[in-house]
């Protein structure tokens, strides 16, 4: 590792984290629209009308969380050229991402807007405090390893790329 490398993560920062944040959202996007709503049905993006409605409402949810996606690997194929990527930065930015993302849904999508819930059962409770708790441990990481790399010189690896 050179000074010159410590100088480039350092400067592109703000932008590891950014990377990290659009990835983590569409990542943690992907898994939901993926797992609950087509893999086990439990509900779409927009449940409070038919059922073709809800489809439609979880194309655009899916087409925009994949648009978060590819402006992270955009950003992640920058910082790359620019030998600027630092893992543990963007790392922390994908878990406040991703943690960030899933506990807004739990919270305003699900109780405040009541646009659909995580499950429809009885004791919805349960699947509202797991939903919620994992997203805050995401969140609390997320935000530990942000702090930690914040104006500091990052401990990176040199790949062999970077001798060339």
């Given amino acids: 590792m050179t000074k010159h490398t410590d100088i480039h993560r350092t400067a592109h920062s703000s932008k590891n984290f950014w990377s990290g944040f659009l990835f983590g959202i ?32 979880d194309g655009l949810f899916h087409a925009l969380s994949w648009f978060a996606t590819i402006a992270g690997l955009f950003l992640f194929a920058d910082l790359r050229r620019r030998n600027g990527f630092w893992i ?48 805050i441990i995401l969140l609390v990481i997320g935000i530990y390893l942000v702090i930690t790399t914040r104006n500091k010189n990052p401990k990176v690896e040199v790949s062999s790329d970077e001798h060339a």
């Fill in 26 to 57: 569409g990542l943690v996007a992907f898994i939901d629209e993926a797992l609950f709503h087509q893999l086990l049905h439990w509900h779409h993006f927009y449940d409070k009308s038919t059922t073709e409605v809800g489809l439609v409402s």
């Fill in 88 to 135: 543990k930065r963007w790392m922390g930015g994908l878990l406040v991402g991703a943690g960030g993302f899933q506990l807004y849904d739990g919270t305003i999508q699900h109780k405040i807007m009541r646009i659909h819930q995580i499950r429809y059962v009885d004791n919805v409770i349960i699947y509202d405090l797991i939903w919620n708790i994992i997203a």
